[in-house]
């Protein structure tokens, strides 16, 4: 075997050369999202099993729910849904082989961010 200095190369990437790109960002935001939404789903099922039952089970998870930090919660949660739902839309379009040179890859994660704004604030108002 050759005698090769092993200790004085980087690794690679290396933390002090790789730049976070976006769509690496994006991809680790679609995971985040997924997680963020498996964590308070239970709260929406809490909400459904409580008004299935009695209205003593309802009033408290409702008023939770309906307080500022259950608003802020359950819009935290709707933009993670649809973040999370355009992710796995954008994942399916690479699958098949489309928008998979860098630009258009870019776009579409900006496009995630923003598409995902807006489904939020029309689910907001329309429902």
């Not at 082989?97 to 704004?117: H, N, P, Q, W």
Request: proline fraction near 4%.
């Amino acid at each position: 075997m050759a005698d090769v200095n092993r200790g004085n190369r980087p690794l690679s990437p290396h933390i002090m050369i790789y730049r976070p790109q976006l769509t690496s960002m994006s991809s680790i935001m679609v995971r985040l999202s997924g997680i963020a939404v498996l964590v308070l789903s239970p709260l929406v099922v809490w909400w459904l099993l409580a008004a299935a039952t009695s209205e003593t089970a309802f009033v408290p998870i409702d008023s939770f729910l309906r307080s500022w930090f259950g608003d802020l919660l359950l819009l935290g949660a709707t933009w993670a849904l649809w973040y999370h739902t355009l992710g796995r839309l954008r994942h399916v379009i690479w699958d098949f082989g489309y928008c998979l040179d860098v630009e258009t890859s870019e776009k579409m994660g900006i496009g995630m961010f923003v598409f995902a704004t807006v489904l939020t604030i029309l689910t907001v108002f329309l429902v």
